[in-house]
Antibody
Framework: QVQLVQSGAEVKKPGASVKVSCKAS????????ISWVRQAPGQGLEWMGW????????NYAQKLQGRVTMTTDTSTSTAYMELRSLRSDDTAVYYC???????????????WGQGTLVTVSS | EIVMTQSPATLSVSPGERATLSCRAS??????LAWYQQKPGQAPRLLIY???TRATGIPARFSGSGSGTEFTLTISSLQSEDFAVYYC????????FGPGTKVDIK
């Protein structure tokens, strides 16, 4: 079945960087885009950006421009999200989520990874 | 950026009753609207897309309606497993989520 498995929890100091991975299985990786969504403790969902696994094209949320980079490794069917210059308000669960439809830039998300908790604390 | 709002913030419902959740977009998103359910400690789950199409495996008690800027999610007869937080999402112009509606037990 289609599955996204994310890397484990991270604890980082302010100013550091974090890189979260999302390994896909059960489908042709390059046929679908992947979005990253984060959720601060007790808060709602925030879309961070999207990457095409076909050609690496990206679109990032404006508030994260310059701090976030999304990449893919097609040889391992893995997507990555790197966030730099971490602040305490970056503490959140980070999710990867696959586009429901391949070949579209606008699509709902299904399935989702299990989430990765990133804690930023001195 | 398209801003999504949801109402109410919390909805208290008894099991077996009907629940009606609202979602509004700051500008038209056509029918490019999805609903997700999230339970504590879990990832969101897609319920509805295209404003009214149930995702695979979603029970018929979940239904969606609306287009343009006004949308509704209806749960016809709440089951114990339906108590959760529900988010709407527009995907007409990339993606933005509403703040969520928590459905809890009355």
């Amino acid at each position: 079945q289609v599955q996204l498995v994310q890397s484990g929890a991270e604890v980082k100091k302010p100013g550091a960087s974090v890189k979260v991975s999302c390994k896909a299985s059960g489908y042709t990786f390059t046929s679908y885009g992947i979005s990253w969504v984060r959720q601060a403790p007790g808060q709602g969902l925030e879309w961070m950006g999207w990457i095409s696994a076909y050609n690496g094209n990206t679109n990032y949320a404006q508030k994260l421009q310059g701090r976030v980079t999304m990449t893919t490794d097609t040889s391992t069917s893995t997507a990555y999200m790197e966030l730099r210059s971490l602040r305490s308000d970056d503490t959140a669960v980070y999710y990867c989520a696959r586009d429901l439809w391949g070949g579209y830039t606008s699509s709902p998300f299904d399935p989702w990874g299990q989430g990765t908790l990133v804690t930023v604390s001195s | 950026e398209i801003v999504m709002t949801q109402s109410p913030a919390t909805l208290s419902v008894s099991p077996g009753e009907r629940a009606t959740l609202s979602c509004r977009a700051s500008q038209s998103v056509s029918s490019n609207l999805a609903w997700y359910q999230q339970k504590p400690g879990q990832a969101p789950r897609l319920l509805i897309y295209g404003a009214s199409t149930r995702a695979t495996g979603i029970p018929a008690r979940f239904s969606g309606s609306g287009s343009g800027t006004e949308f509704t999610l209806t749960i016809s007869s709440l089951q114990s497993e339906d108590f959760a937080v529900y988010y709407c999402q527009q995907y007409n112009n990339w993606a933005t989520f509403g703040p969520g509606t928590k459905v809890d037990i009355k």
